[in-house]
T-cell receptor, first 114, second 113 residues
Framework: DVKVTQSSRYLVKRTGEKVFLECVQD?????MFWYRQDPGLGLRLIYF???????EKGDIPEGYSVSREKKERFSLILESASTNQTSMYLCASRDSGTTNEKLFFGSGTQLSVL | QKEVEQDPGPLSVPEGAIVSLNCTYS??????FMWYRQYSRKGPELLMY????GNKEDGRFTAQVDKSSKYISLFIRDSQPSDSATYLC?????????????FGQGTELSVKP
């Protein structure tokens, strides 16, 4: 069965800390995505990656960076966490070879920045 | 203006009711339309997918797209408590590299037994 695994379900960090959110997929997908989900705002795209070492900014990249050193792993980095980055973070992957635009999501990481 | 607007919830209905969930979009370049379902403490899962105007049916679920009015709907017949979830509409431009989807805000649905 298809699986996207996010390393932490809940995370509590302090303002100014550097935060790493890890995501691993076992489907050999080329495309991976990081979204954040906030009440009333839906899912907003932070960054995405077409392939290893490739990345593109999404709609709200400020305050975030990403790393994709291996095909199966896509990391989201908060360089200096701030309280407005408290959110649910969702990782997703997609096979670029299909015509179906199906994204496979992880279960999410609920991050609280105090 | 958001590119995709979704009717705000929450929506509460009795078991067996017909549910209508709706979204509008602003860009006629959007060609693919999806509905994702998200259970509590889970990531979204693709429920329905269509790329043309008209209806697409899958069991108790019907996705409807009207490109002329830029309106998309999801109908749930004979709703069940297990349908209680947040429903997200999503759309994508044709030929958009990498599957970048634009999501609506989501509608939280509760089906009461």
């Amino acid at each position: 069965d298809v699986k996207v695994t996010q390393s932490s379900r809940y995370l509590v960090k302090r303002t100014g800390e550097k935060v790493f959110l890890e995501c691993v997929q076992d489907m050999d997908h080329e495309n991976m995505f990081w979204y954040r989900q906030d009440p009333g705002l839906g899912l907003r795209l932070i960054y995405f990656s077409y392939d290893v070492k490739m990345k593109e900014k999404g709609d709200i990249p400020e305050g975030y960076s990403v790393s994709r050193e291996k095909k199966e792993r896509f990391s989201l980095i908060l360089e200096s966490a701030s309280t407005n980055q408290t959110s649910m973070y969702l990782c997703a992957s997609r096979d670029s070879g299909t015509t179906n635009e199906k994204l496979f999501f992880g279960s999410g990481t609920q991050l609280s920045v105090l | 203006q958001k590119e995709v607007e979704q009717d705000p919830g929450p929506l509460s209905v009795p078991e067996g009711a017909i549910v209508s969930l709706n979204c509008t979009y602003s860009n006629s370049a959007f060609q693919y339309f999806m509905w994702y379902r998200q259970y509590s403490r889970k990531g979204p899962e693709l429920l329905m997918y269509t790329y043309s105007s008209g209806n697409k049916e899958d069991g108790r679920f019907t996705a409807q797209v009207d490109k002329s009015s830029k309106y998309i709907s999801l109908f749930i017949r004979d709703s069940q408590p297990s349908d209680s979830a947040t429903y997200l509409c999503a759309t994508q431009r044709r030929g958009n590299q990498g599957g970048k989807l634009i999501f609506g805000q989501g509608t939280e649905l509760s089906v009461k037994p």
